[in-house]
C-alpha cells in the first residue's frame, strides 16, 4: 500500500520525502480541523453531571 | 532433473510474494487504524484539553473586563468599604435568575493553578459542558453565588478544558472564589465525597438532607470519578465564608488573576 504510494511519487528520493511530509502535514490539520471534532460529536463522554 | 528445480522455487517465490502483498496491505491498514486512533486520543485528551482550557480562561478574563468596565461607567465610588475589608457587611449580594446557557460567573481556584479562572454558565447540558468558551455548568434548580442554600456545578474531569480535573487535590480550608458583576464570593473547601450517578442528594440546599430548610450558604462542585469513567461522581464541599463587593476590589488572595483582566 504504502510502497505503491513511495512508486507513485514523482522525482528523486529527496522531493519524495518532502511530498510525503506535506502529504503528511496536509493530513493531520483536515483531522484536527474537521474529522476529529466529527468523531468527538459523534462519541459519548463521560457524565459528569449527578441525576436521575 | 534440473528442470523442476529450477521451475518450483521461482513459481514458490511468485506466489509468496502475492501472498506476502495481501498480508502487507491489511497489515499496513491496520497499522494505519492504530495510528489514527492513538493520533485522536493525543487530540481529545492533550491537544483539544489544552485548547479549550485556553479558550475558556480567556472567556472568562472578557467576562471580568467587562464587569470592571461596566463598574467604572457606573457611578459607584471605587473606595474601600467604610472600616476595611473587617467590616460587617451583612449578607451579600445575590444574582436573579440568568438566561440559559449564558455565562453569568467565574470560578477562581488557587488550588487549581495561580491564573485558575473558568467561567460559569446556566444549566448543565451538553451546549454548557462541551463548549470551548463556557465548560461549567450551574445546576440551575440550585442556589445563586453567595445564596442561601446550595450553588452547585458540573464540569469535566479530563478533554474540554478538564475544569476539575485536580478537584481531588483540594484541602480542606482551600478558598474556592466566585466572581460575579457584584463582586466576588469567598466558600472554603470542606470535603470531598464519592457518590452514584444518580446522587441528586449532593446539590441540595442541604445535601443529602431532602426537605430541610437551607440555614447555611455552600458551593458544591460535581464531575466523573475515576478519570475517564461515568462510573461515579466526586463531589466537592466548600462553605460560604464572606463577600467582597466590586467597589472594595478583589480580595488579596486572587488579586493576581483579578487583575490581569483589570490591566487590560
Known sequence: MYIALWRALPGPVWLRILLLVLLAAVLLTALVLWVFPLIDSLTVQPDVTVEE | ?264
Not at chain 2, 473606595?79 to 457587611?89: I, K, N, Q, S, V
Not at chain 2, 464570593?185 to 465525597?193: A, D, H, S, T, W
Not at chain 2, 446522587?199 to 426537605?211: K, R
Request: aromatic fraction near 10%; hydrophobic fraction near 40%; proline fraction near 6%.
Open chain 2, 1 to 264: 532433473m534440473s528442470e523442476p528445480t529450477t521451475e518450483r522455487p521461482r513459481a514458490l517465490r511468485r506466489r509468496a510474494r502475492k501472498r506476502l502483498n495481501l498480508v502487507g496491505i491489511f497489515g499496513e491498514l491496520f497499522i494505519t487504524a492504530g495510528v489514527l486512533i492513538l493520533l485522536f486520543l493525543g487530540w481529545q485528551l492533550w491537544f483539544n484539553d489544552i485548547v479549550f482550557g485556553n479558550s475558556q480562561r480567556n472567556s472568562a478574563e472578557e467576562l471580568s473586563t467587562q464587569w470592571e468596565q461596566d463598574f467604572e461607567q457606573s457611578d459607584e465610588p471605587t473606595e474601600a468599604a467604610p472600616g476595611g475589608a473587617e467590616a460587617d457587611l451583612g449578607d451579600p449580594v445575590v444574582l436573579g435568575d440568568v438566561a440559559e446557557n449564558a455565562k453569568f460567573a467565574n470560578l477562581i481556584i488557587p488550588r487549581l493553578g495561580s491564573d485558575y479562572k473558568r467561567p460559569v454558565a446556566e444549566g448543565v447540558g451538553n451546549s454548557v459542558l462541551n463548549n470551548a468558551n463556557l465548560g461549567t455548568g450551574h445546576y440551575e434548580s440550585s442556589a445563586m453565588p453567595g445564596g442561601m442554600g446550595n450553588f452547585a456545578l458540573a464540569s469535566h474531569r479530563t478533554a474540554y478544558g478538564g475544569s476539575f480535573h485536580n478537584i481531588h487535590e483540594l484541602i480542606v480550608g482551600d478558598s474556592i472564589f466566585v466572581e460575579t458583576e457584584d463582586g466576588w464570593y469567598k466558600y472554603i473547601f470542606r470535603g470531598l465525597e464519592y457518590v452514584k450517578p444518580s446522587g441528586v442528594g449532593v446539590i441540595l440546599p442541604v445535601p443529602q438532607q431532602p426537605g430541610v430548610e437551607a440555614t447555611e450558604r455552600l458551593i458544591t462542585l460535581t464531575t466523573c470519578n475515576p478519570f475517564l469513567s461515568s462510573a461515579e461522581r466526586i463531589i466537592a464541599y466548600g462553605v460560604y465564608d464572606s463577600w467582597y463587593p466590586r467597589a472594595g476590589g478583589p480580595p488579596a488572595e486572587i488579586a493576581g488573576v483579578a487583575s490581569a483582566a483589570a490591566a487590560r
